[in-house]
């Protein structure tokens, strides 16, 4: 299976800062999925197929990569960010990053 | 909208069964896509571990292959989860998906918190 490498673990960002969190994979893969999870929710799908803004998510959110390297952008933090982030992928079978913890200052 | 609801008991015994229901409203799990279900452990970690097709075919995380079954009743428009001979290691909060034809999960439900103890 391939494994997502999520960094940091942890991210302390102050509002209206703009910030990136990575997820890098053990193998090549074709696509990357995000979700964001609050406190005691479910995942929900921000991005999906490496770039593409899931409906009803703002645009400050943005995703990029290929290959082994992906990345999530918040281009202005705002205080409803605060969550945990996940990376996800389909390659015969599904696998998650560890996932990333965005604290806001 | 679709909507996913899980449910089933929040406490099993170690070497026993887990049973779950997925119960799906606002689309019928035979007219398309993957019904998933995936566990979050204690301290977050997500793990995928299988998926029923519309068409009723499985397909299963190798981890978990000798342990686990997916079934379905079309008529109440329920998929469910067994896995076997549970231990604490077990002790998740179970979610179902649907997976979407690109493989990533748009709907999720609420997710059940079940714990494997004596």
């Known amino acids: 299976q391939i494994v997502l490498t999520q960094s940091p673990a942890i991210m302390s960002a102050s509002l209206g800062e703009e910030i990136t969190l990575t997820c890098s994979a053990s193998?090549?893969?074709?696509?990357m999925h995000w979700y964001q999870q609050k406190s005691g929710t479910s995942p929900k799908l921000l991005i999906y197929?490496?770039?593409n803004l899931a409906s009803g998510v703002p645009s400050r959110f943005s995703g990029s990569g290929s290959g082994t390297f992906y990345s999530l952008t918040i281009s202005s933090v705002e205080a409803e960010d605060a969550a945990d982030y996940y990376c996800?992928?389909?390659?015969?079978?599904?696998?998650f990053g560890g996932g990333t913890k965005l604290e806001i200052k | 909208d679709v909507q996913l609801q899980e449910s089933g008991p929040d406490l099993v015994k170690p070497s026993q069964s887990l049973s779950l229901t997925c119960t799906v409203t606002?689309?019928?799990?035979?007219?398309?896509?993957?019904w998933h279900w995936i566990r979050q452990f204690p301290g977050n970690k997500l793990e995928w571990m299988g998926y029923?097709?519309?068409?009723?075919?499985?397909n299963y995380n190798p981890s978990l292959k000798s342990r686990i079954s997916i079934t379905r009743d079309t008529s109440k428009n329920q998929f469910f989860l067994q896995l076997n001979s549970v231990t604490t290691e077990d002790t998740a909060t179970y979610y179902c998906?649907?997976?979407?034809?690109?493989?990533?999960?748009?709907?999720w439900g609420q997710g059940t918190l079940v714990t494997v103890s004596a």
């Open positions: 197929s490496t770039s």
């Open positions: 998906a649907r997976g979407n034809y690109g493989n990533w999960f748009a709907y």
């Open positions: 996800h992928q389909w390659s015969s079978y599904h696998t």
């Open positions: 193998s090549s893969v074709s696509y």
């Open positions: 029923i097709h519309y068409s009723g075919s499985t």
């Open positions: 606002g689309y019928s799990i035979t007219s398309g896509y993957s």
